[in-house]
Structures are given as structure tokens and as C-alpha cells.
């Protein structure tokens, strides 16, 4: 893989490094198995933890994955009221600059954000999500977890189900999986699905469609907090109209279809209980791989703060 | 350019499994390949071992992850699966090589294994000892010594369609 100082959109990544960086995945799950489940390859090195936005899972997943490698950890914590400005973020960077970090994790609600803060420091700044515009170490750990189930990405077909207008999940997910070679579909509610002549997806309107379709995996997005419960969206009907009903699950499991979902997982809204135990939900698989991936990712980059020459 | 060809390797596996199977605690015996020609090396002796009625287990490790030189290269070279399945403690385990020359690859080796468990013996095989050591560490057995040579490539069928050792 060529040198490469951050990770901020999949969209930036030759077909190489994303699978380079999926093949050096599988070495470092391996990790997991031994009795010493860490490796020295970043001793001594700082990774910076920088999230605007709440996220426990993300930011334990890259914590835990910055430890397996030997880095030592720091965790920023920021309010998120007065990171609003832009200015504010400019300070935060000086801020960061003086504390000599190797590598920063961030994730804000403002798409753009990590890329600015990439452009101002010689650290590797690693998107763990900003707005409604990417997630890449979330699609590598998708890809990842469909690899490993499938063996092979290319050939697959996966639809995505739910609010996709806003997901930074959706967008690098799908992404990457069609690049190598999966078939994706959207389906959701009908103003929070772009039209296919937009995104070059294919939209499904109903569950019939999706079961004649015949995806090898479903991927179902988080309903946000914020929206369940609105009166525009109840959601014991989100639940009947998009959800894995225990009906819908039947069917899936007839058909041996995977169920996957970026956590946290609104039972009873994307997922019924039942769902959660199905022997092809992979949704705990995810979890183990989002280390994996995360570990991959962070021993991949070249921070500019390593001396070279 | 001077080369070994398949014979001379060949007939340097057959010595060199006699050399094992003499000293080996046949109990605990495991040959751990370092990736990406150990690991062929390792197989080979395996199977040289098996018509000596010598069992050994079989391990690979890719030893990337402890090299001591990650920060002074621009690229991080991608990552081979390691395959050590069973847990090391109390074995005896050979550590095989194709070339031996600085001791880095072998340093680091040693520390990857150890995270497998607590070995009660480990020794250092090559194919090819090249001296030039920069750390104090010395193979236990090597096959061939080319102390002169400027540079050595080892080819193997298995990886590269031939046997041969170029130098």
C-alpha cells in the first residue's frame, strides 16, 4: 500500500489499499487468539480519541483496537456546544499540534471536519464519522465481515434498509462493497431513500420486493434516537413497515439470508428480539471485526509525525 | 552467478531433517515456519521428518507486526496470516529460516513466539547463514554458509515455481 497519512472517505483508497488493508485485517484478528492478545507494532506511539458527537462503540472499538497494537490511548472530551464554530475546531488542532499525537480519531456532525483537521497537522487523522458524509473504518469492518462469512465480496448482493438520506453508514458501506463487486440495493422510507439515478443503487419499495430480489445480507440502519418516538414516527410502525418483524424473520431464515446492523441495535424497531439470535445475524461478528478492521487501519497509515529520511 | 540447484537442496533437507531427528524431544517437537519461505522450509522438513518416523507439529508465524524497523520504512508491508495452533508451552520448537543474517528477523521472531506461550527450548534454523550479524544471535543448524556472498535469493518451488539459491 502506498503511504498514506489519513483515512477520510473510501472514495480516496485505490482498489490496492482497500485490500491490503482487508488482507492485514485477517492477521490482525488472529491477534485475538493468543494468549498475549496485543502486538508491539505502535508501541510508543499516541492515538488521540477527538469525538464531537456521543459514540461509546466506535470510540471503544478504536480504543481497544490502538491497545492490541501498543499505542498509548488518550481520550479528548469535548462538549458539543462549543465546537459549533469552525474557529473553534482551528484552536483544537494548536491544541492537538502541542500534544505530539501520532494518530486522531474524529468524529463530528459536520461532514468536513476531519479532513480539515487532516489538511493542519502532520498526524494521521482517521474519520470515525463525520455528518451524513462518511464512515470508512465502518465499511471496512461491513466488507470484512462479509468476507469473511462468504469467503468473497464480489457476486454478493446486499441490501441496506432504512433512513439512507442521512447515513454516513449507508454511503461508505454501500460504497465500498460495490467496488469490490458486491450488488447493493437501497430500501426505506420513500423521502429518505435517494433515487437510483442519483446514487447508481437500485431502490427497493417493499419487503416483497427485497425477497424476490434475493440479497445474501440485510443490512438494517440504526433508527436515530431523535426520530423514533416523533409523531412522524412511531416506531411500532417503523417496526410493521421497515423492520425484521418475527413474520419477515421466518422468511429470512428460509432463505439463509444474514442479518447485519452498525449497532446500537433499537429493539423492536429495526430488529425484533428474535432476530438478535438468529444464527446468521452478524451483528456480534461486527463487533469482533470492527477491532480488527480499526487495528488494519491504524497500522496501515503513516503518520507524518514518524521521521523519514 | 553461483547457484544451488534443487539436488543440492534437496539432499540439504535430507541432512538437515537427520540433524532434527537425532537431537529432537520427539514428544514436543514443533517446526515454525517464518513467512514466506520458513514456512515452505518448515512443510518439507515436516514431511522428511515423517519418513524418519519423527512427528513434528507445524507453525507459521509472520513476524511483521515485531520487525523493529516499521518506522523507518514509508510503506507498512501488508500482513500474512500466522498459523500457530496449538499452545507452545513446554514444546520444543525450531524457528526455520531460509536466510539468517542480520539476527533482526530472528530477534523478532523470538519475541512473537512467546506470546504463543512459555517454550521450554528453542533453537534457530536456516537454509542459508550468511553471518553479518548486527544482534548477538546464531543459528543452531544451517544448512549452507555464504559468508562471501553479496546478496542470496532463495527461490522455492512452492512460492516461486523453482528451487534454487542465488548468490
Known amino acids: ?309 | 552467478m553461483p547457484t544451488l540447484n534443487s539436488t543440492d537442496i534437496s539432499t540439504a533437507l535430507e541432512q538437515w531433517a537427520d540433524v532434527i531427528a537425532a537431537r529432537a524431544d520427539a514428544e514436543s517437537l514443533g517446526l515454525v515456519g517464518l513467512i514466506s519461505h520458513g514456512d515452505v522450509l518448515a512443510r518439507r522438513l515436516i514431511a522428511a521428518l515423517e519418513k524418519r518416523q519423527v512427528q513434528a507439529r507445524y507453525g507459521a508465524l509472520d513476524i511483521t507486526l515485531y520487525r523493529d524497523d516499521l518506522d523507518l520504512r514509508k510503506e507498512r508491508p501488508a500482513l500474512r496470516s500466522s498459523y500457530l495452533p496449538f499452545s507452545t508451552d513446554g514444546m520444543h520448537l525450531i524457528l526455520v529460516d531460509d536466510v539468517l543474517q542480520s539476527g533482526r528477523t530472528a530477534r523478532a521472531a523470538l519475541e512473537t513466539i512467546f506470546e504463543y506461550g512459555r517454550p521450554a527450548r528453542v533453537e534457530l534454523h536456516c537454509l542459508v547463514d550468511r553471518k553479518h550479524r548486527e544482534l548477538p544471535i546464531q543459528a543452531d543448524y544451517a544448512a549452507f554458509t555464504l559468508e562471501s556472498a553479496e546478496k542470496v535469493r532463495v527461490h522455492l518451488q512452492e512460492n516461486d515455481g523453482e528451487d534454487a539459491v542465488i548468490y
Open chain 1, 1 to 309: 500500500m502506498k503511504p498514506r497519512k489519513d483515512l477520510i472517505t473510501i472514495e480516496s483508497l485505490s482498489d490496492e489499499d482497500i485490500h491490503t488493508i482487508l488482507d492485514s485485517a485477517v492477521a490482525m484478528k488472529e491477534i485475538f487468539t493468543k494468549s498475549v492478545k496485543k502486538v508491539p507494532a505502535l508501541k510508543g506511539k499516541s492515538v488521540l480519541t477527538l469525538f464531537y458527537e456521543p459514540s461509546t462503540r466506535t470510540r471503544s472499538s478504536f480504543e481497544v483496537a490502538a491497545h492490541r497494537l501498543s499505542a498509548d490511548v488518550t481520550t479528548f472530551t469535548l462538549s458539543t456546544s462549543s465546537v459549533v464554530k469552525g474557529e473553534s475546531v482551528h484552536d483544537t488542532i494548536d491544541t492537538l499540534m502541542s500534544m505530539k499525537m501520532d494518530y486522531i480519531i474524529v468524529r463530528h456532525k459536520n461532514s468536513g471536519i476531519p479532513a480539515v483537521i487532516a489538511r493542519h497537522c502532520n498526524a494521521s487523522v482517521i474519520n470515525a464519522g463525520d455528518g451524513a458524509h462518511a464512515h470508512p473504518s465502518q465499511a471496512f469492518l461491513d466488507a470484512f465481515t462479509i468476507r469473511e462469512k462468504y469467503g468473497e465480496i464480489a457476486g454478493r448482493r446486499v441490501v441496506i434498509v432504512g433512513d439512507i438520506l442521512h447515513s454516513r453508514v449507508a454511503r461508505s458501506t454501500s460504497l465500498i462493497l460495490r467496488r469490490l463487486g458486491a450488488q447493493v440495493a437501497f430500501m426505506g422510507p420513500g423521502s429518505l431513500v435517494p433515487p437510483g439515478e442519483h446514487t447508481g443503487v437500485a431502490r427497493l419499495h417493499t419487503w416483497e420486493e427485497v425477497f424476490t430480489w434475493a440479497p445474501d445480507v440485510i443490512y438494517l440502519l440504526r433508527v436515530q434516537n431523535e426520530r423514533i418516538e416523533s409523531p412522524f414516527f412511531p416506531a411500532a410502525d417503523y417496526h410493521q413497515t421497515f423492520g425484521v418483524t418475527e413474520e419477515r424473520l421466518r422468511r429470512i431464515e428460509a432463505q439463509g439470508m444474514s442479518i447485519m446492523h452498525p449497532g446500537p441495535v433499537n429493539r423492536g424497531v429495526e430488529l425484533c428480539d428474535a432476530a438478535m439470535e438468529y444464527e446468521h445475524c452478524l451483528v456480534c461478528n461486527q463487533v469482533e471485526n470492527g477491532i480488527a478492521a480499526r487495528m488494519s487501519i491504524l497500522y496501515h497509515l503513516t503518520p507524518g509525525t514518524l521521521s523519514h529520511d
